[in-house]
């Protein structure tokens, strides 16, 4: 599971957007004392005792896009896992139970049963062992529309069975149907045990119209043309896997063909996005060849499928041999040019990843999760580290290590693994996803590449098509190395939080020794055990020296031959930490050029743009970092400069006019484009007239944003040019030119705009949309705007959502209020933004009924 939504997407993307204007804090105090105060967090949350075993289930379903029912029949076979019993108790909810019955040389015999609605108990009729199987037939209808169940941040609704636009009335959507079976919504659409450490074979046979696509795990072994319209596909999966990796998928799809080591690898995309699809998803059968031989486990399963789902109730989902990813990822050329931090690639990445952990070895329990999603968050790492260089690797590391800090500020103290919480959903976190995978970083690190990858292909070929925990994790781990890693195991996984480090340094250049400082600042008692290497450079020589934290205060002393330039601890920049590396100026200088690693020239950057007005060797530093082989560091420099400093924009502006017109990242064009506008310098129109024309939504965005600041009437007929093809920062730019000329018909267009968009864009929109409704003077124009936000809050029913439309609103009221104040001579203009500001808070306080619900 890719737990942007939210792993991506609205919780994300709020999140995101809010850098630095964080409203999560702001109720995490009274979370957090309710959490205290909460009986379920003292329950444990052991794996789940088996007493029946799944061994295969059969399905044959049909649906109802009228009432949103799936008509069912399942044979469901078992056998006692180890105890004798007389009874079976499956998960079924809110289902129609017609006929439950054990069959037997192909006899069905019914059988005695009790359901609640939730569980369905049945009399076996008599005792079964452990050598013996059985089979039992339910006939069924599931009414997922129907059922009352919750959903968490990262998966926002849990009815395991979806309906898209079942009776076709909403033009702007396809009519889909898919599942969504993590954490325990299969048992929505069908009875099962519906836990993780239970694994099962599976048939499924779908009836649809024949205009319809079906995808399913395994392999389509038959479809058959019926005499009423319909077709009946049947899927296959021979290998066994946990029931809330089964799915299903229907819908209209172009399908892309391709193949790796004779295996099939298809994706299928809404058919506008056909041309795209290899744009998309080509990289898969490089993924599946490099995470083959980075695990030493090929790819185990028959096919690899992925599919897109529109309003899906999440970021993506790895079903066995059939990813299933919310629409987000469909992106056309031009829109994948400005996906610098490569979310989709990370996406497709995270879930072929978790086809060998998390479906090959499934978590034993929720518990266990990091099992599972730790690992798929690293593969991001890997690939990105394979495919695209260890700079862009770490680049995706220091904003994952970030994201992690971030909650830890509301949330703090969770454990990776995590007998103890609220709600299984509570464990799809950032704790789970982004710090497991810079635990499992430090951890390869630590035990060097070669011991890191050959456990883990020790512990999947231990547990293969069975479950793992953490400790299996760690038991393979040592079997490799030989070493009792327990002490790892404790400090990362079985404990919460993270060290902060200060580190101080005392040269002696008569002994000519330079002694290290580190010491352990975190308020908790706790002390951690922290390798790392610390490197010692005199000029261009390099002497790296293994050393270990392991006290309150450590002081390692190294001898020197010439003062060293620039001591660099945590040389491989793995530390899970925070670090006041208390050092001179010229240090960062010197790492700047002379330190390999990004985040050494990332923390040096951060450093040298507090010194760029007041020293004249900081700025010459920085101007050569314009010239870094990282883009996303060259933008970073960018962003970072004050052109308004006379100096400054002597030692840069030549350079920037190149990067805005040649640079081959539209990341770093943009950022460059972005700074020249600042000039208000016409003599730079020509590069933003040009660069308006630019493949790169964002540099054609930010390049119309620049000329309408020198040229308003110049810009605005471009920007009426451009409606028929505006996505992302060039949407913003086109509002942003319409706001400026202020004309209430170019703001209709832009609230058509936003009705026609959906997911990641419609967000996107509503942030430009905003900026709109804060600007406009026209109150219909206003009213209908906040109704339209409102009502996407209403549609996603995400507490994070309503709570950043909250604190983005509050923000309009303010600006009102201050229009109102310049408005003294214009009465009526001062009604109008009264009733405006009145309007809102209405709204304001509507969006914060459901989070207190919540």
Known sequence: MDQLPSKRLLS???????????????????????ADADPALKIYRASATKINDLVNTKLDVRFDYAKRYLYGKAWITLKPHFYATDSLNLDAKGMDIKEVAIVTAGKKTPLKYKYDGWNLLINLGRTFTNKESYTIYI??????????????????????????NPDGKDPKKPI???????????????????????????????????????????????????????????WKMDLPHAPYLFMMAIGEYAITKDTWRGKEVNYYVEKEYAPHAKAIFGNTPEMLTFFSKATGVDYPWVKYSQITAKDYVSGAMENTTATLHGDFVQKTDRELLDDHDMTVESVIAHELFHQWFGDYVTAESWSNLTVNES????????????????????????????????????????????FHYHDKEDVFDAVTYQKGGRIL???????????????????????AFKTGEAHQLRLAFEDVTGEDLNWFWNQWYFSGGFPTLDINYVYDDAKKTVQVIVAQTQKADKVYRLPMAIDIYEGNNKVRHKVTVENKVDTFTFNYNTRPSFVNVDADKVLLATKTDRRDLETYIFQLSKAPNYLDRREAIEVLLKQQTANKEALNALAGALNDKFFG???????????????????????????????PSSLVRSAAIKQLAK?????NAAIFEKAISDKSYLVAGTALNALADIDLKKAYPIAKSMEKDMKGALSAAVASVYVKNGNDADYKFFADKFDEASGQDKFQMSIQYI????????????????????????????????????RSFETVVTKKKEAIAAAADNPSLAKDLQTQIDYLQKTITALKAPAKEN
């Open 633 to 663: 560091l060259r933008a970073m420099v960018i962003n970072g400069l004050k052109l308004d400093n006379a100096d400054v924009k002597a030692a840069t502006e030549a350079k920037l006019k190149t990067l805005a017109t040649n640079d």
């Open 441 to 463: 970083n430090m951890l390869r690190n630590y035990v060097g590449d070669s011991a890191f990858f050959k456990s883990l292909n020790k512990y999947l070929t231990t547990n």
């Open 771 to 806: 900026t709109l409704l804060s600007q406009t003077k026209s109150t219909a124009f206003f009213t209908k705007g906040v109704d339209q936000i409102k009502a996407m809050a209403d549609e996603y029913k995400n507490p994070n959502l309503n709570a950043y439309f909250v």
């Open 176 to 234: 889909q149907i898919w599942t969504q079976g993590e954490t325990e919504g299969s048992s929505a659409w069908f009875p099962t045990i519906d836990r993780p450490n239970q694994k099962t074979t599976q048939e499924i046979a779908m009836t649809v119209e024949n205009k319809y696509t079906t995808l399913s795990n395994g392999k389509l072994i038959k479809s058959t043309k019926n005499t009423d319209g319909t077709r009946t596909d049947v």
């Open 139 to 164: 006939d069924y209808t599931a009414k997922p529309d129907e059922l009352k169940v919750q959903g968490s941040a990262a998966i926002n609704d849990a009815k395991g069975l979806y309906f898209i």
């Open 375 to 418: 690992f798929a968050d690293y593969s991001e790492y890997l690939w990105f580290e394979h495919k695209f260089g260890k700079d862009m690797a770490d680049d995706h590391h220091y904003k994952s290590m970030q994201g992690y800090m971030n909650q830890e500020a509301y949330k703090p103290n969770l454990h990776l693994v995590r």
């Open 12 to 34: 994300f993307l709020v999140a995101a957007t809010m850098a630095g204007v964080s409203i999560i804090p702001q109720v995490a105090t009274a979370q957090t004392k309710e």
């Open 679 to 683: 000039l208000k310098d016409a003599s």
